[in-house]
C-alpha cells in the first residue's frame, strides 16, 4: 500500500505556492551517513545498487534521518552504460573508467540501444520498491546528460579539462551530433522507464558541460538536450537541470522545455532572476559551508531563502554534493530551519 505522497516539492517545481520551501540534498544518500559507511565495509556502489532492497533502504534513509521532502535514487550515472556496450569501471578514489573509449564514427556506431527492463531490472525493482510502499515523499530519478557521459566515454575516465572530448567535437562533428542521437536516445528510453516505475520527478545531471562556452553550447548540446526534454515532458513529471561550473548557461538552460533550473553555489539566485531565469530554481548553499560553525551555515541559508522565496518556484538544495565529512546533524538542522524559517515567512 503506497503512502500519502508529501507533495510540496512537486508544487514548487512547478512553480506553484508552498507553505514552506522544500529541501533535499544532492548525494543525501550515502557518503556522510554512518549506516551507509557500515554497508560500504561489505559491498560495493555496484552491489548496492543491484540489491533492490538494500538499495532502497539506502535510498530513504535520509528522508528518514533529516526529514527533507524528497529521495534521490541511490545509483550512478554511468548505470546504462554497459547496456549500449561500454566497458565501465567504478574504482575507488578514481571514479568511471572506461577501457574501450571512444575515438570514431566507427566506435560510436558499434553502440547499441538500451532496453531497461531488461537490461537494468534492479533500477526498477528499487523504484517500485520506493514508491509502492517506503516512500512518503517523491522519488527523484535521474541520469546523466549526454555531454558529461560523452566525456568519459572520450577521455577514458574523469578529466580536469576535457580536452579530448573538445577536440573530438571540434574535429569530428559528424562523430560527435552521432554519439550525442545515440546517449541521447539512451536518456529518454531510460528515464522515461523510471518514471514508469514511479519516479515523481527527474534530474538531468551535466556535470561537466560548464567547460563549454555557450556558443558551443547552442551548437553542440542544445539541440540534443532540448529533444530529451520536449519527450520527456511528455510524462508530466517536473524536470530539473543541473551541472557544476555552469553560471553561464543558466539562460540556454531556461531556454528549454524544462520545470526547473539547478544553480550551483557561484550564481546568486538573486542575479539569475534578473538576468532573466523566470522558470522555478534549485540551490544553492555551497557544500564546504556544511563544514563552517552553525552560525555561519544559518546566516548563508537564510540569504538564500530570501533570494528563493522572492517568486513561487523555489527548492532549497546545495550548489553540488554532499561532502563524506558533513556531519548528518548539520544535515537535519538545516533541513528542520530551512522548514521553519520559510514557513514563519511564506505563512504571514
Known sequence: MAKEINDTLLKAARGEETSYVPVWYMRQAGRSQPEYRAIKEKYTLFEITHQPELCAYVTRLPVENYGVDAAILYKDIMTPLPAIGVNVEIKSGIGPVISNPIQSLSDVEKLGEIHPEEDVPYVFETIKLLTEEQLSVPLIGFAGAPFTLASYMIEGGPSKNYNKTKAFMYSEPKAWFALMDKLGEMTITYVKSQIKAGAKAIQIFDSWVGALNVEDYRYFIKPIMNRIFTSLKEENVPLIMFGVGASHLALEWNDLPLDVVGLDWRLPISQARKMGVNKSVQGNLDPAILLAPWEFI???????LDQGMSQPGFIFNLGH??????????????????????SAKLCR
Open 298 to 304: 544559518e546566516e548563508k541559508a537564510k540569504a538564500i
Open 321 to 342: 554534493g554532499v561532502f563524506p565529512q558533513v556531519n548528518p546533524e548539520t544535515l537535519k538542522k538545516l533541513t528542520s530551519f530551512v522548514h521553519e524559517y520559510s
